[in-house]
């Protein structure tokens, strides 16, 4: 009976270890097929880093526009666009400590815009070529541009729990935005909700 009982805690024992393995290895794949994704709620004021459907870690407290989030109009309107965009660029020399660039403003963005006549169509043409030929789309439309993740720099921590304070970026501490650097890169697709 003992050895019975020695047995089977023995099969369960390598039948975890295996599955944890299993998880293990697909995990590591999916980190480097690049499944690893960013989701932005701007109601709950969280980001959350996703491999695949999975949340691998959340960082709270984040601030947004000072004019909340929504269909950004126009440049200096302080509001935070909704949508899925991808980091096209990182500024590790910025103001705010570090800067993830979106590829702001995306397709849809400009195609509602032109629809809304807040663009004019050479505008949202050069917008459009951009994303075809993956590059970063012009960044000084009427819709505005520089819209991404960045840090605090030398701002004020108080401020920053208190308010959302951006023109329209999402803000993390610098302690949030050096633990991001580690698990983003280029390319990494972001969606704001």
């Given at each position: 009976?003992?050895?019975?009982?020695?047995?089977?805690?023995?099969f369960?024992?390598?039948k975890?270890?295996?599955?944890?393995?299993?998880?293990?290895l697909?995990?590591?794949?999916?980190?480097?097929?690049?499944d690893?994704?960013?989701?932005?709620?701007t109601?709950?004021?969280?980001?959350?880093?996703?491999?695949a459907?999975?949340?691998?870690?959340?960082?709270?407290?984040?601030?947004?526009?000072?004019?909340?989030?929504?269909?950004?109009?126009?440049?200096?309107?302080?509001?935070?666009p909704?949508?899925?965009?991808?980091?096209?660029?990182?500024?590790r020399k910025?103001?705010?400590?570090?800067?993830?660039?979106f590829?702001?403003?995306?397709?849809?963005?400009?195609?509602?815009?032109?629809?809304?006549?807040l663009?004019?169509?050479?505008?949202?043409?050069?917008?459009?070529?951009?994303?075809?030929?993956?590059?970063?789309?012009?960044?000084?439309?009427?819709?505005?541009?520089?819209?991404g993740?960045?840090?605090l720099?030398?701002?004020?921590?108080?401020?920053?729990?208190?308010?959302?304070?951006?023109?329209?970026?999402?803000?993390?501490t610098n302690?949030?935005i050096n633990?991001?650097?580690?698990?983003?890169?280029?390319?990494?697709?972001?969606?704001?909700?």
């Amino acid at each position: 009976m003992k050895n019975n009982l020695l047995n089977y805690l023995l099969f369960m024992r390598i039948k975890h270890l295996f599955f944890t393995a299993i998880l293990l290895l697909y995990s590591v794949s999916a980190y480097a097929r690049g499944d690893v994704w960013l989701l932005i709620d701007t109601q709950k004021l969280e980001l959350e880093v996703k491999l695949a459907d999975i949340t691998l870690v959340k960082f709270s407290n984040i601030a947004i526009g000072r004019n909340g989030s929504g269909f950004k109009r126009r440049r200096g309107d302080d509001t935070t666009p909704l949508g899925k965009y991808k980091i096209s660029w990182i500024n590790r020399k910025s103001r705010y400590h570090l800067f993830f660039g979106f590829n702001y403003p995306s397709v849809e963005n400009v195609e509602q815009a032109l629809k809304k006549g807040l663009v004019d169509k050479k505008t949202y043409s050069k917008v459009i070529r951009a994303h075809k030929n993956n590059r970063v789309p012009p960044q000084n439309t009427p819709l505005g541009g520089l819209i991404g993740i960045h840090g605090l720099g030398r701002g004020d921590e108080t401020i920053h729990q208190t308010m959302n304070w951006t023109h329209g970026c999402i803000a993390l501490t610098n302690e949030q935005i050096n633990n991001l650097d580690k698990l983003i890169k280029k390319d990494t697709i972001v969606i704001v909700k």
